[in-house]
């Protein structure tokens, strides 16, 4: 069993991408948020190299840890919420997951609030920023080797199929070994995937509002408005928890760099940039009217991404649920249904669109003069089509020539008529 080889193809460009990956990642966090000052906001303007004291900060390697270890307590501690199931693994077996983010999220918010009163000082995150972008990336490095060697104590099954005995040290430690790393029940990916990372970085929002606050006196509404449409983002991410136990991180990718280091530092350093943006450009005002027509078009990003994925998941929950007997699908050998109208009709990724017109808003309120603020909107379509790519390739492997009847029947990957 042990040497069974997987006959599965390297993604991401094998050895030599996930080595590309596992430099430039970090190398963007940092590179992003340095370019992001006050003076310039350029990617061509080489922004002044950071000192050493800026980079290192025990108490912020000290703060990044014990927030991560906060955010565990509350997980195991706080009763409420309720148990899913995830999709079955291998063996048929199914995974339960304990689903208490939202009041985690709460709790989160409500200690910050607490603790802000009686006089945090929030400024320290904003003065000490890179800190601990270097912190969360050592703490990553360091999580995702611990993963790297546990997997191997664990059998073979527990593997992901992608990555089972095949491929170098680089290329199992970027994509990660082992699906579901477990300490009892407690699931270290479920775990990390909505939680320090995601509240964390509304957390980093908060306090470049306050910044802002504290700074002028007053409130920057294009910043409120950013801050405001993150926050209702993850809370939205939190209240429907249980909907990532379908996604292809959950059910396909293991948990290594990419993952661990995308949910601990990438999301909360870079999905801010945003706000950082606004923070050190104060003059991005907008009118009444403008502010409402962003707040409308983050609505209709809204509507589609949520309408989408709750459809999909009712259906694959219960494909007889009566409030869905109108809808059109396609039936599969493998027994499965695939949706082929309403939502599912119009793309075969309606869901991402509606992320991505939210994503495109969030960038619009920074105003037009910058690109940096742009980047989570480029990235992330970029990350939408190459991951609209691999699910094209694990759908076809899973319903052959169903899978084409299907992309036949509904044409448009993800925008109608466009793409
Ligand atoms: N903000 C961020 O940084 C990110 C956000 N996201 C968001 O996460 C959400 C989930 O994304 P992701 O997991 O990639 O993809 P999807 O939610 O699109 O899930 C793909 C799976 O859904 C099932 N499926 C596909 N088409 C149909 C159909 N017509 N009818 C029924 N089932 C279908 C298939 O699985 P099966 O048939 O086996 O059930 C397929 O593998 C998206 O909204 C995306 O925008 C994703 C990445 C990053
Ligand atoms: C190459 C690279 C930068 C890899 C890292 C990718 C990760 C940052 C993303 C992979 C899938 C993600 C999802 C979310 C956040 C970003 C990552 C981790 C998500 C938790 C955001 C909130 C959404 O509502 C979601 C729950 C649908 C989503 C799930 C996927």
């Not at 909360?268 to 027509?293: D, K, M, T």
Request: hydrophobic share 45%; glycine share 6%.
């Amino acid at each position: 069993m042990k040497n069974k080889k997987s006959n599965a193809v390297e993604e991401f460009g094998g050895t030599f991408g996930t080595l590309v990956l596992t430099t430039v990642l970090p190398l963007t966090t940092i590179y992003l948020n340095l370019a992001c000052g006050k003076s310039s906001c350029s990617i061509l303007t080489l922004p002044l190299m950071p000192t050493m004291e800026e980079m290192f900060n025990t108490t912020s390697l000290l703060i990044y840890t014990g927030w991560f270890f906060f955010q565990l307590i509350i997980h195991l501690l706080l009763p409420f919420g309720s148990i899913q199931y995830g999709l079955p693994l291998k063996n048929d077996k199914r995974l339960s997951y304990k689903c208490n983010g939202f009041s985690c999220f709460i709790f989160s918010v409500l200690a910050f609030v607490v603790a802000y009163i009686f006089g945090l000082p929030t400024s320290f995150v904003y003065k000490h920023y890179l800190s601990f972008i270097v912190s969360s990336i050592f703490f990553s490095f360091t999580l995702s080797l611990f993963l790297y060697i546990k997997s191997f104590s664990v059998p073979y099954d527990k593997l992901t199929d992608s990555v089972n005995v095949k491929g170098s040290f680089i290329y199992q430690h970027f994509l990660g070994r082992e699906l579901n790393p477990r300490f009892g029940d407690f699931d270290l990916k479920f775990f990390c995937e909505l939680r320090p990372g995601l509240i964390g970085w509304i957390i980093l929002d908060f306090c470049i509002l306050i910044e802002d606050f504290q700074k002028h006196n007053s409130l920057n509404y294009s910043l409120a408005l950013v801050v405001f449409f993150h926050t209702f983002y993850v809370a939205d991410a939190l209240w429907h928890e249980e909907a990532i136990l379908s996604t292809m991180d959950i059910v396909h990718d293991g948990l290594g760099l990419m993952l661990v280091m995308g949910n601990l530092s990438w999301v909360p350093f870079l999905y801010s940039l945003q706000a950082r943006f606004l923070l050190e450009h104060p003059q991005i005002q907008w009118s009444f009217c403008a502010l409402v027509a962003f707040f409308l078009l983050n609505l209709v990003g809204y509507a589609i991404f949520r309408l989408s994925n709750s459809q999909k998941n009712e259906f694959r929950k219960n494909p007889h649920n009566p409030s869905l007997s109108h809808l059109k699908t396609l039936r599969t050998s493998s027994g499965k249904k695939l949706l082929v109208s309403s939502w599912w009709g119009l793309s075969r990724h309606p869901n991402y669109m509606g992320d991505l017109i939210m994503a495109l808003t969030w960038s619009l309120v920074t105003g037009f003069q910058h690109i940096i603020p742009y980047f989570y909107p480029i990235y992330f379509t970029y990350l939408l089509v190459h991951r609209g790519m691999r699910d094209d390739a694990h759908c076809r492997k899973k319903y052959g020539s169903d899978w084409d009847t299907y992309c036949d029947t509904v044409h448009y990957k993800i925008f109608p008529y466009i793409y």
